[in-house]
């Protein structure tokens, strides 16, 4: 089992920047990347992005590419999701998750944060 906790949610003003931090623990020795999600009300859960645990390759949805920066410290086994210049369109729910194998789903998720972005 993997245990997930997100911290750093909150609210902020269009424009400003949030600090997302997830740690895991418990069977975290051989997972091979940490992601993060979000997802709103009515709608379907959206990737964010994620970076593998090995080389820290990283991956992001367009929409977030170029503002949101996604980092992790291997021997803390945490990710973190930086998020800067974020717009109302970011509020959200937003869920770290860690995916076992290449290719693989991703099995085990936090209980999420809420990040809110006001105009």
């Known amino acids: 089992q993997v245990q997930l906790v997100e911290s750093g949610g909150g609210l902020v003003q269009a424009g400003g920047s949030l600090r997302l931090s997830c740690a895991a623990s418990?069977?975290?020795?051989?997972?091979?990347?940490m992601g993060w999600f979000r997802q709103v009300p009515g709608k379907e859960r959206e990737f964010v992005g994620e970076?593998?645990?090995?080389?820290?390759?990283?991956y992001y949805a367009d929409s977030v590419k170029g503002r949101f920066t996604i980092s992790r410290d291997k021997s803390k086994n945490t990710v973190y999701l930086q998020m800067n210049s974020l717009k109302p369109e970011d509020t959200a729910v937003y869920y770290c998750?860690?995916?076992?194998?290449?290719?693989?789903?991703?099995?085990?998720w936090g209980q999420g944060t809420q990040v809110t972005v006001s105009t």
């Open positions: 970076a593998t645990r090995s080389f820290g390759n990283t």
């Open positions: 998750a860690v995916r076992e194998l290449p290719g693989g789903q991703y099995g085990y």
């Open positions: 418990g069977r975290t020795f051989n997972y091979y990347a």
